[in-house]
């Protein structure tokens, strides 16, 4: 819960039923002070949404985090180096208000996650994916979001308010109405590529979307149904250069940002 170490693995399974707040991979409490240091889990973390071949169809009314709350995972210490232990969520059925593949923080504290995430989507209906964390912290690692299958309405390879060093946004199937490559009201994303492949959405954006900027962007279509494409973002500004890179087919493509941003 405040305080603690696992010095292993943790495995949470949702298979059905309803959750009428948030599941976390992680723990709850973040540091204190050098006596109440937080919870941590040392090695791998995986969050699994559902079972395909079930029934049941589990119901989250608020959050899913393969982080913590405050707390740390991939690591038995706060670090800066990106550990070789991974966060992995995925979701596999159910109707779902938002999916994060990191942690998710408050004001005064940060959610560390100190390795790799990789989100999997593969059916499901959600509000809204993302790579990163929630309120507050940036993963050490890259992160990899997959939507194989699926109706979600946005997703974003980074966090709602927060950074993200290299996001990596997949559609091979399902649809999002909206995908960033970026984060979502604030952050810094260092690079962001998104690869369309199968699917449909609406409009896709290298960059951030209401808040924020991105650095490098790359998107690539190569099959798909989409309508809009953007390098830049919804409402804010590449800080380095835009690509677009197409293979498929696209009703409408601009390097920029769509509302605002430069």
């Not at 991979?25 to 109440?36: M, P, R």
């Not at 029934?55 to 800066?80: F, H, K, M, Q, R």
Request: no cysteine; net charge negative; hydrophobic share 25%.
């Amino acid at each position: 819960n405040e305080l603690g170490t696992i010095y292993g693995s943790t495995s949470v399974k949702v298979l059905g039923g309803e959750v009428t707040n948030n599941v976390y991979g992680g723990g709850k409490g973040g540091y204190e002070s050098n006596s109440v240091i937080g919870t941590f889990v040392r090695d791998q973390v995986e969050v699994v949404i559902g079972d395909s071949a079930s029934g049941y169809t589990p119901i989250i009314d608020g959050s899913v985090y393969g982080g913590s709350a405050l707390g740390t995972v991939n690591g038995s210490e706060n670090s800066s180096t990106v550990s070789t232990n991974e966060t992995l969520v995925t979701v596999n059925k159910g109707i779902i208000t938002n999916v994060f593949g990191g942690g998710q923080g408050d004001s005064s504290k940060k959610a560390y996650v100190l390795g790799n995430i990789t989100v999997t989507i593969n059916d499901g209906t959600i509000t809204n994916v993302f790579g990163g964390n929630d309120k507050n912290g940036t993963p050490n690692g890259d992160i990899y979001v997959y939507i194989n299958n699926g109706n979600i309405t946005s997703t974003y390879g980074g966090g709602n308010e927060t950074s993200a060093k290299e996001t990596n946004v997949y559609l091979n199937g399902g649809s999002s109405n909206k995908i960033f490559g970026g984060s979502n009201i604030s952050g810094v994303v260092n690079t962001s590529n998104v690869e369309i492949n199968a699917g449909i959405s609406d409009s896709v954006y290298g960059g951030n979307n209401q808040g924020g900027t991105t650095g490098d962007t790359n998107v690539y279509v190569n099959g798909g149904d989409i309508n809009f494409v953007y390098g830049g973002g919804e409402k804010t500004s590449v800080t380095e250069n835009t690509n677009v890179t197409l293979n498929g087919e696209v009703n409408n493509v601009f390097g920029g940002s769509n509302l605002e941003g430069s």
